[in-house]
């Protein structure tokens, strides 16, 4: 249910460190009950925006409205936040850090909610120094929701789980936002931005590279099809006036293509076997690596 | 107002709970005063002073007179000049000094021993064996009581530092710990404010720093039956305001550090000079001066001397206006500036 509104907008926000730009001068803004993705490489300066506008650093420049003017005291009491990487308080247990969080804040959820909503149950008196890591990240999501938050600020929160506790987490998260809740994300994993996000920003060098719904920048960016064929099945004199752009990778050629049905008959004219060809779309992955590059990042 | 006390309570709900399931730091907190009082007091109880003390009375402004006596040049003893006689004849009851020697302008020269001290009789012979060097007698003052024990003086600086460890590491280390590994990033990200979760951890440390020290207290006593003079309350309170200055000082150096190896580095720092200069194993009062006003800058020094007064010398707290002032001082300042420097990250 995502309202047009912007429930939080950034402008022209500045983060330097001496000589070094974290993020720069960037501005968007994210509308009421959905959920908007941060993405980009190592570095790129996702979490210092998202820390910016949670309160925790401050900027340099620019603003940040909640709500259309900027954020204070009030702020905390409405935002949930599930940190990168969090230690809690040594020898507690999850009842008790339950217990903790909802006294520092006015409004709260039952704990009984929590338990249910991030299925804590089972190790509900268990040391939280004592639990796997998608228990852990469980009990942290279940932190950011213990104030009935209106935004929930996760920062890669699926970063070290398997693919189930992945899967897991992010039927949790889906269930965030059926409850009107707007979501703020980071994350490396671009399927699950592309699942859970309907606004994501690709980032990079603290600049936005691109903004937009996952579908929309898809379009923007890729016409077409990828056509992958096995190296032993195409003739090198085969490409011969194909229309499209050729990749040659190590078991196989790709064809990024507009022109599908011509590419095709094309390849059957010149007796390319396509028993073995592999037809895929552009995902995220591709807009990624195309705008932030292939270099690798510390 | 209500809510902020709120968060205060959750805050300090927490901490102790920390505390009190470290079963091994709780064990070790107890454990360690009390092997420390059992080793000391035992190896050192009867043949405390290896060397004899003697008191020499010179009233302020008096010009040295007692420079002539052979006895002052007797090897193995040491002479302590004291201008206070009263406190000085106490001691001499109590056995921590062995003998008290007034050389006066005119007439006899006056000294004092306890007729129960084995030293004190030693001392005498010694004294009157080399003579006055002059016209003038000695004029014996026999006094009585009964010996303060090498183990009775220390208990106080046992506690009192064990208080200062606890604090200092207690508070201090725990908070920078806290800093590094992102506990206190997460607690900034709520409505908790510095001010309430910093007198969360000091009060949750003073708590269990009176508890564990009460503990200690009864066992010690009930373990080597050390002498208590004064009131109790007064004693209670003292030490309440010395593990308030102590805590206070460790939220200084909590306040920005992050690296647990650099403040255990401060840390030390602070704690093995206060231990060995505050008077915890051995009386300042034959240091050399500049030694003596060094101390009085650690608060371990003011709460050993204030606890020493009460337990050993029966004195009540109001009579105490220099340790009680310079502790509460202290424990303002360093409060102020622990404060106003601390950040979460």
Same mark, same amino acid.
Request: charged share 20%; with cysteine.
């Given at each position: 249910?995502t309202n047009t509104?912007?429930?939080?907008?950034?402008?022209n926000l500045r983060?330097n460190y001496?000589?070094?730009?974290?993020v720069d001068?960037?501005?968007?803004?994210?509308?009421e009950?959905?959920?908007f993705?941060?993405?980009g490489p190592?570095?790129?300066g996702?979490?210092?925006?998202?820390e910016?506008?949670?309160g925790?650093k401050s900027a340099?420049?620019?603003e940040?409205?909640y709500?259309?003017?900027?954020?204070g005291?009030r702020?905390?009491?409405e935002i949930?936040?599930?940190?990168?990487?969090t230690a809690?308080?040594d020898?507690?247990?999850?009842?008790?850090?339950l217990?903790?969080?909802r006294s520092?804040?006015?409004?709260?959820v039952p704990?009984?909610?929590l338990i249910d909503?991030c299925n804590?149950?089972?190790?509900?008196?268990r040391?939280?120094?004592?639990l796997s890591?998608?228990?852990?990240?469980?009990?942290?999501?279940?932190l950011?929701?213990?104030n009935?938050p209106k935004?929930?600020?996760l920062?890669e929160?699926?970063t070290?789980?398997d693919p189930?506790?992945r899967?897991n987490?992010?039927g949790?998260?889906a269930?965030?936002k059926?409850?009107g809740?707007t979501?703020v994300?980071?994350?490396?994993y671009m399927?699950?931005?592309y699942?859970?996000?309907d606004e994501?920003a690709?980032m990079d060098?603290?600049?936005?590279l691109?903004?937009g719904?996952?579908?929309r920048?898809?379009?923007?960016?890729f016409q077409g099809?990828?056509i992958e064929i096995?190296?032993?099945?195409f003739k090198s004199?085969?490409?011969?006036?194909?229309?499209?752009?050729f990749?040659?990778?190590e078991?196989?050629?790709?064809?990024?293509?507009?022109?599908a049905n011509e590419?095709?008959?094309?390849?059957?004219?010149?007796?390319?076997?396509?028993n073995?060809?592999k037809v895929?779309s552009?995902?995220l992955?591709?807009l990624?690596?195309?705008?932030t590059g292939?270099?690798?990042?510390? | 107002?209500?809510?902020?006390?709120?968060?205060?309570?959750?805050a300090l709900n927490a901490?102790?709970?920390e505390?009190?399931r470290?079963h091994a730091?709780?064990g070790?907190?107890f454990?360690f005063?009390?092997?420390?009082?059992?080793?000391?007091?035992?190896?050192?109880t009867?043949?405390?002073?290896?060397?004899?003390?003697?008191?020499?009375?010179q009233p302020s402004?008096?010009t040295?007179?007692?420079?002539?006596l052979?006895f002052?040049?007797?090897q193995y003893?040491?002479?302590?000049?004291?201008t206070?006689?009263?406190p000085a004849?106490?001691k001499?009851?109590r056995?921590?000094?062995?003998?008290?020697?007034?050389p006066?302008t005119?007439g006899p020269?006056?000294?004092?021993?306890?007729?129960?001290?084995?030293?004190g009789?030693f001392?005498e012979?010694v004294?009157?064996?080399s003579?006055?060097?002059?016209?003038?007698?000695?004029?014996k003052?026999?006094?009585h009581?009964?010996?303060i024990r090498?183990v009775?003086?220390l208990?106080?600086?046992?506690?009192?530092?064990n208080?200062m460890?606890?604090?200092?590491?207690?508070?201090?280390?725990?908070?920078?710990?806290?800093?590094k590994?992102?506990?206190?990033?997460?607690?900034?990200a709520?409505?908790?404010k510095?001010?309430?979760?910093?007198?969360?951890?000091?009060?949750?440390?003073?708590?269990?720093?009176?508890?564990?020290s009460?503990?200690?207290f009864?066992g010690?006593?009930?373990m080597v039956?050390?002498?208590m003079r004064?009131?109790y309350?007064?004693l209670?309170?003292l030490?309440?305001l010395?593990?308030?200055?102590?805590i206070?000082?460790?939220?200084i150096i909590?306040a920005?550090l992050s690296?647990e190896?650099?403040?255990?580095?401060i840390?030390? =720092? !602070?704690?093995?000079?206060?231990?060995?200069l &505050? #008077?915890?194993w051995f009386s300042?009062?034959g240091?050399h +001066? $500049?030694?003596?006003k060094?101390? =009085? !800058?650690?608060?371990?020094t003011?709460?050993? &001397? #204030?606890?020493?007064?009460?337990?050993i010398d029966?004195? +009540? $707290?109001?009579?105490?206006?220099?340790e009680v002032g310079?502790l509460?001082?202290?424990?303002?300042?360093?409060l102020?500036i622990?404060?106003?420097i601390?950040k979460?990250?």
């Amino acid at each position: 249910m995502t309202n047009t509104n912007p429930i939080l907008e950034v402008r022209n926000l500045r983060k330097n460190y001496g000589k070094l730009t974290a993020v720069d001068g960037i501005s968007f803004s994210i509308r009421e009950g959905g959920c908007f993705g941060l993405l980009g490489p190592n570095g790129a300066g996702k979490s210092t925006t998202l820390e910016i506008i949670e309160g925790i650093k401050s900027a340099t420049s620019g603003e940040v409205n909640y709500k259309g003017v900027p954020i204070g005291d009030r702020f905390k009491e409405e935002i949930g936040i599930q940190f990168q990487s969090t230690a809690l308080q040594d020898y507690l247990t999850v009842r008790d850090v339950l217990n903790m969080f909802r006294s520092l804040y006015k409004d709260t959820v039952p704990v009984q909610d929590l338990i249910d909503s991030c299925n804590l149950g089972e190790y509900l008196d268990r040391d939280t120094s004592k639990l796997s890591g998608g228990q852990r990240q469980r009990v942290l999501l279940a932190l950011a929701l213990v104030n009935d938050p209106k935004i929930v600020f996760l920062d890669e929160p699926t970063t070290g789980l398997d693919p189930q506790a992945r899967r897991n987490f992010w039927g949790l998260i889906a269930g965030i936002k059926k409850k009107g809740k707007t979501v703020v994300l980071t994350t490396h994993y671009m399927e699950e931005a592309y699942v859970l996000c309907d606004e994501i920003a690709i980032m990079d060098h603290g600049k936005i590279l691109a903004i937009g719904a996952p579908d929309r920048l898809l379009k923007e960016h890729f016409q077409g099809i990828w056509i992958e064929i096995p190296k032993e099945d195409f003739k090198s004199s085969s490409k011969e006036g194909l229309l499209g752009e050729f990749f040659e990778r190590e078991e196989s050629i790709e064809i990024q293509t507009n022109h599908a049905n011509e590419v095709f008959r094309a390849l059957l004219e010149r007796g390319v076997s396509l028993n073995r060809v592999k037809v895929r779309s552009q995902n995220l992955e591709d807009l990624f690596i195309q705008l932030t590059g292939k270099d690798l990042r510390g | 107002m209500m809510q902020s006390f709120k968060r205060f309570l959750a805050a300090l709900n927490a901490r102790n709970k920390e505390f009190v399931r470290d079963h091994a730091a709780l064990g070790w907190n107890f454990a360690f005063p009390i092997l420390v009082v059992a080793g000391f007091g035992f190896a050192f109880t009867g043949k405390s002073q290896e060397i004899y003390k003697v008191s020499i009375y010179q009233p302020s402004g008096q010009t040295q007179q007692a420079g002539d006596l052979a006895f002052l040049k007797t090897q193995y003893i040491q002479f302590i000049t004291v201008t206070d006689l009263q406190p000085a004849i106490e001691k001499v009851e109590r056995h921590q000094t062995d003998l008290l020697l007034a050389p006066g302008t005119t007439g006899p020269i006056r000294y004092w021993v306890n007729s129960t001290s084995p030293k004190g009789y030693f001392l005498e012979k010694v004294l009157l064996g080399s003579g006055t060097g002059a016209t003038q007698a000695f004029s014996k003052e026999e006094v009585h009581g009964k010996e303060i024990r090498y183990v009775d003086w220390l208990i106080a600086g046992i506690l009192s530092m064990n208080m200062m460890f606890n604090a200092l590491f207690g508070v201090g280390y725990v908070i920078v710990r806290y800093r590094k590994i992102g506990v206190l990033k997460r607690l900034k990200a709520t409505p908790l404010k510095p001010f309430e979760f910093l007198s969360a951890q000091a009060l949750s440390r003073l708590f269990l720093i009176q508890f564990v020290s009460t503990v200690l207290f009864v066992g010690c006593k009930w373990m080597v039956h050390f002498e208590m003079r004064g009131s109790y309350l007064d004693l209670f309170i003292l030490m309440s305001l010395g593990a308030a200055c102590m805590i206070s000082l460790s939220l200084i150096i909590a306040a920005r550090l992050s690296s647990e190896e650099f403040a255990n580095g401060i840390l030390n =720092l !602070i704690s093995w000079p206060m231990m060995f200069l &505050s #008077g915890v194993w051995f009386s300042l009062e034959g240091a050399h +001066p $500049l030694v003596q006003k060094i101390a =009085l !800058i650690f608060p371990l020094t003011h709460l050993i &001397s #204030g606890a020493r007064a009460i337990m050993i010398d029966g004195t +009540p $707290l109001a009579k105490l206006p220099m340790e009680v002032g310079m502790l509460g001082g202290m424990t303002l300042v360093f409060l102020t500036i622990g404060s106003s420097i601390f950040k979460w990250e």
